[in-house]
């Protein structure tokens, strides 16, 4: 008996751990590096998600936007427009049908506004207690007419790091509300980005993009450095923190670095495309704040530096484990 | 627009290059200190000859290894929860860890607060929640008020395994140790907020150590150490606040009436440092009923640290997180082996965290 901890769940190294020992078992063997999104050739792009959230919902969003948007972001990172959805529903017996309807309501609004088909889906009810409430799971297919290609394996160094907006919203308004904090002014980045990068796919200097979710900006940016074998250095004073993200950091002693985007993106971009590439994110809905937060350099392989604002340097890592607060 | 903490920092840090001009060596005694240090990358603007070294500041991380078998101990009794604070989960015991026991079926749920606890034993009846009682002056006036309220309501379902501990007898032990040869202590910005600063008196009478009180922004903590530099260089150690805002000569009446009512002084074993003269609290008699000790015939069984783990040097001051032969090696955040690079506080997992890129 080997027990599965709640720390595999929670983005980061340990859950990294968790994928190849399932990669292993199975005998799958993805292309390289792993992303999200699997490119199936002809431009075809699918991937697929489960969801579970407490609270199922919350400031900005509930579990039935969060399903879609990530299906629909986890495409948009390949380039690919998302067009076809399977959803799947396990329901908690004695859930309330109405509030699994109010979700799914909201989440079809959301892919008939970006041209996304709920072509099937599935539904189980399991016996009280076996489950808290709702589990989503959605796949979603979509398709590339992009030749130039998209993923780590383009990332170059000297390549620019953009960010398409503030950091930590879902993290850190899932956390208030988990630990009883006061939430006021925090609300869920929860959204769809394929409007944000759509734009974006004719500029061939796009070299790589992911979205920030579990285990945050951090965890993206380490999964590239070790991937590519290249270095990342980013400077703090670039990134957006809001302050009641930064507020509940503090008190529990997070690192908004850590904490889950759901409507968040990292984009490597040429240096020649840089600014158009940028103005064309500000000008996009979601991207206003949009902003270069670093470069990828061949100085430390493998390592994400973080440049803080008072002219020291250290190391950004991915989080270990289930995100805990502290003591005081 | 300038930034007006940037510029506060950059402004110490020029201080210190004029000031320091022989080696000077502090401890920062508080763990959240020790974290901010690392994460803002302040020591690379200190001046050659000025060093700093971790504190026995982190609860999580001087927390014995009897008495974290304790905890385990209890979270294995049937019909108990364990609620306790979230970072004490992933430290190894001498056997496993809560987290492991958790994924082995043990009751034990995460707070935030005592008060959390409390409110678990009122809406679970039949079952005994028991409060891991960790911290220092900071966390132990929650513990106070909560077994009060316990005692008002007549909550029976209620206890709490008492582990607090106390910081100025620890800092007298190491302010004397001369293997040590402290110069002075940042003192920890939240416990000074309930004692004040009359307890820290004997550290520079006696020992003649600078002392200042620091907050937790990287310029508070600039501030903080060069008014440290400037008491050693000017030889007129005393305890000074550099963290008025929060921080009043007298301390927290409220806080310390709530300690003086439900605890008395003890011994207490910290890691790394064993047993201190009155360096810990102790449920007074008339709470017994709520001491999970008594009620559950748990005491501390003597264990043994980890083989090869210098995580009590660490906290001492003796070593820096580098010179433990397992760190980063066997050692990581993924696989712990010792509470300093368990804790989010930890002065280890700082290191480890931020403080690698040292090297490049």
């Known amino acids: 008996m080997k027990p599965i901890s709640l720390s595999q769940g929670s983005g980061g190294r340990q859950s990294q751990r968790l994928v190849g020992a399932i990669l292993e078992a199975t005998g799958t063997k993805p292309d390289l590096p792993l992303e999200d999104c699997a490119l199936l050739g002809e431009g075809l792009a699918m991937t697929i998600d489960g969801y579970t959230v407490s609270p199922l919902a919350f400031p900005g969003g509930h579990i039935g936007k969060l399903a879609v948007c990530g299906t629909v972001n986890d495409l948009a990172c390949r380039g690919a427009r998302p067009l076809f959805l399977a959803l799947s529903v396990i329901a908690e017996e004695g859930f309330d049908e109405n509030e699994l309807l109010g979700y799914l309501r909201d989440a079809a609004g959301i892919c008939s506004r970006i041209g996304l088909r709920i072509v099937t889906g599935d539904t189980k009810v399991v016996p009280k207690g076996q489950l808290d409430g709702l589990i989503l799971t959605t796949c979603g297919i979509g398709k590339s007419t992009r030749a130039a290609p998209l993923g780590i394996p383009s990332i170059q160094e000297g390549d620019s790091l953009l960010l398409t907006g503030p950091i930590g919203l879902h993290g850190a308004t899932i956390a208030a509300l988990r630990y009883g904090l006061e939430s006021e002014g925090l609300v869920s980045d929860c959204a769809p ?20 979710t579990r285990g945050g900006l951090a965890t993206v940016l380490c999964e590239w450095a070790e991937a590519s074998g290249l270095g990342m250095e980013i400077d703090e004073s670039a990134v957006f923190v809001p302050s009641p993200v930064a507020s509940v950091c503090d008190l529990l002693g997070f690192d908004p670095f850590h904490l889950a985007c759901e409507g968040c993106m990292l984009l490597a971009v040429s240096p020649e495309e840089t600014k158009p590439v940028l103005e064309a994110l500000r000008a996009s809905r979601y991207g206003k704040d949009a902003a270069i937060i670093g470069i990828v350099t061949e100085n430390h392989p493998g390592w994400v530096t973080l440049n803080t604002r008072f002219g020291g340097s250290r190391i950004l890592d991915m989080p270990v484990g289930e995100i805990l607060p502290r003591i005081c | 627009m300038i930034d007006l903490h940037r510029e506060r920092v950059l402004a110490a840090a020029a201080a210190l290059r004029r000031l320091v001009d022989r080696p000077l060596k502090f401890m920062e005694v508080c763990g959240t200190h020790t974290v901010s240090i690392y994460r803002s990358g302040l020591r690379a603007l200190f001046p050659e000859g000025l060093s700093l070294v971790s504190g026995p500041g982190c609860p999580v991380c001087v927390t014995a290894q009897e008495e974290i078998d304790s905890l385990l101990r209890l979270s294995e009794m049937k019909d108990i929860i364990l609620a306790t604070y979230g970072d004490m989960l992933r430290v190894p015991g001498s056997s496993t860890s809560l987290a492991e026991a958790r994924a082995h079926g043990a009751s034990v749920r995460v707070v935030l607060s005592a008060a959390d606890a409390l409110r678990m034993a009122r809406e679970t009846p039949n079952r005994t929640v028991v409060f891991a009682g960790v911290g220092f002056e900071t966390t132990a006036p929650a513990t106070a008020a909560v077994i009060l309220q316990a005692c008002r309501e007549n909550i029976r379902n209620f206890a709490v395994l008492n582990l607090h501990k106390t910081v100025p007898a620890v800092l007298e032990t190491l302010g004397a140790d001369p293997e040590l040869s402290l110069d002075g202590f940042l003192l920890p910005g939240h416990v000074s907020t309930i004692l004040g600063l009359t307890p820290y008196l004997p550290l520079p009478e006696k020992h003649g150590l600078a002392c200042v009180v620091a907050g937790f922004e990287p310029d508070q903590i600039m501030a903080g150490i060069a008014l440290l530099v400037l008491q050693k260089k000017r030889g007129i150690p005393a305890v000074q606040s550099a963290y008025p805002e929060a921080v009043r000569p007298t301390g927290n009446r409220q806080a310390k009436r709530l300690l003086e009512t439900v605890f008395e002084e003890a011994d207490s074993i910290w890691r790394g440092l064993g047993k201190i003269p009155r360096s810990g609290l102790k449920l007074q008699d008339a709470f017994s009923a709520y001491d999970a000790r008594v009620r559950f ?40 082996v010792g509470p300093c690079m368990v804790s989010s506080e930890g002065s280890c997992s700082a290191a480890y965290r931020y403080g690698r890129g040292d090297r490049f």
């Open chain 1, 193 to 212: 980005l394929w409007e944000t990068i759509e734009p974006l796919l004719a500029f061939d200097g796009l070299r790589a993009m992911r979205d920030c």
């Open chain 2, 297 to 336: 015939g748990i005491s501390d069984l003597p264990a043994r640290e980890t083989a090869g783990c210098r995580c009590g040097d660490v906290l001492a001051g003796r070593i820096q997180p580098f010179g433990c032969p397992l760190f980063a090696n066997r050692c990581t955040p993924e696989t712990p």
